[in-house]
């Protein structure tokens, strides 16, 4: 027996009832003199309970009829290439006017920003060239009258024996090389900027006119005036600068590695930030560089875009989007994506006709559908409309 025990059974045989319980207690909790405290009672932690998927929605029947589910299968489609251009001026639409001969200037009738017609006067000028030039023009031309009013005496007088055939053939030839100074003075005056109407008028009047006009050359917009009255022009002075806006170039730096997928006549989209999204237009690949740029590692690639509203600048910077190559890939229209936090997602409905908000990675955008490069498996149900009254739907659900 421990001695506990038996010391329990001794006072138990020789003492009162009450002091041999007391003893007993006293034994039990050790001699410490204290008494023993109860147990605290354990507390049990409650079950935790799943979070709710804020990820899925089931749609409710009055929304559902208004979503359209199509099972994704991949399809031919165009890798997209995106590039920055300028707008350029239509080189085979622009004129440089300037001087025929050397002058003061007068008069000027058009400022920048003008429209002009074909023929249109744009400013006079006084010309002492010009003077000199008509008024050799005019003594050719009293010189062939002269030779050839000899020539038809020198007829009648050879009819009569008076002088002999020479005589007549001598005459007849200085009248025709008079002839010939007369027409290669007409036609310098016309290199001067004359009519055939004011040379005809000159003729007949034999009037000297030293003024002279700078005419368009073709009808368009002034963009560029480099005259002021009284200055003294040269033949090869710009006086102005005249352009035909109703169709422009486009021109961009291609990617090297990207340029052998590029083919003259190719159509490009092309949109104008100044003008804003909603107004991109096509045009057409016009020239393609036979040269790489050694410093960018780029080909110079041109094309040609229609601009009869006249909205396009000379300068006004673009963006190209031109087809490059052919791939296969999962395509969904633009009503199909939904962006939240700067990342996109598509509703994919799962097996019970619920529906899964999943991220995914898509391609550029074209003709208002862009391909999806990860996120989603062939054969798989996305929600191509309706998308973003579902995600309402869901963002609801979500602050009940």
């Known amino acids: 027996m421990k001695p506990n025990s038996n010391l329990a059974v001794m006072t138990g045989s020789f003492l009162p009832k009450s002091l041999a319980l007391a003893l007993t207690v006293w034994l039990m909790t050790g001699c410490s003199g204290e008494a023993a405290t109860p147990a605290e009672p354990k507390t049990v932690a409650p079950s935790p309970v799943a979070a709710k998927d804020m990820q899925v929605i089931v749609a409710p029947d009055s929304l559902r009829s208004r979503l359209r589910v199509d099972a994704l299968a991949e399809r031919p489609w165009f890798e997209m290439l995106r590039v920055s251009g300028v707008v350029r001026l239509d080189e ?3 004129a440089r006017i300037g001087t025929t001969v050397t002058g003061r200037i007068e008069q000027i009738f058009v400022q920048p920003g003008d429209r002009v017609t074909r023929g249109q006067v744009l400013a006079t000028l006084n010309s002492t060239e010009l003077a000199q030039a008509q008024l050799g023009y005019l003594k050719a031309l009293s ?4 030779k050839a009013r000899e020539a038809q005496r020198a007829r009648t007088l050879v009819e009569s024996g008076v002088i002999s055939e020479a005589e007549l053939q001598r005459r007849e030839n200085e009248s025709q090389e008079l002839g010939y100074e007369v027409s290669a003075l007409e036609d310098q005056l016309r290199v001067l900027g004359m009519s055939p109407e004011a040379v005809r008028t000159l003729a007949k009047t034999r009037k000297i006119n030293s003024s002279a006009s700078l005419v ?15 200055q003294v022009v040269q033949v090869t002075d710009d006086a102005f600068k005249v352009a035909d806006l109703s169709q422009v170039w486009v021109v961009a730096e291609i990617p090297e590695q990207t340029a052998s997928a590029l083919s003259l006549g190719q159509r490009v989209e092309i949109n104008f930030p100044a003008l804003g999204d909603a107004a991109p237009r096509t045009g057409d690949i016009i020239h393609i560089s036979a040269v790489v740029n050694p410093q960018t ?10 601009n009869a509203d006249g909205r396009l600048k000379p300068d006004m910077l673009a963006q190209l989007q031109i087809r490059t190559r052919q791939t296969q890939a999962l395509v969904v229209p633009q009503a199909a994506i939904v962006r939240e936090n700067n990342a996109d997602f598509v509703f994919v409905e799962q097996a019970d006709g619920a529906f ?29 409309e309706g998308a973003f009254h579902l995600n309402n739907e869901r963002r609801r659900q979500e602050l009940e």
């Open 143 to 146: 010189g062939r009258q002269l």
């Open 92 to 94: 085979q639409r622009v």
């Open 216 to 230: 368009a050359g073709i009808a368009g917009t002034v963009i560029e005036r480099n005259i002021v009255p009284g």
């Open 356 to 384: 899964r908000l999943r991220p995914v990675q898509l391609g550029a955008v074209m003709d208002k559908e862009r391909p999806i490069r990860s996120g989603v498996q062939p054969g798989e149900r996305v929600v191509v």
């Open 297 to 306: 590692r780029t080909i110079a690639v041109r094309s040609e875009v229609d």
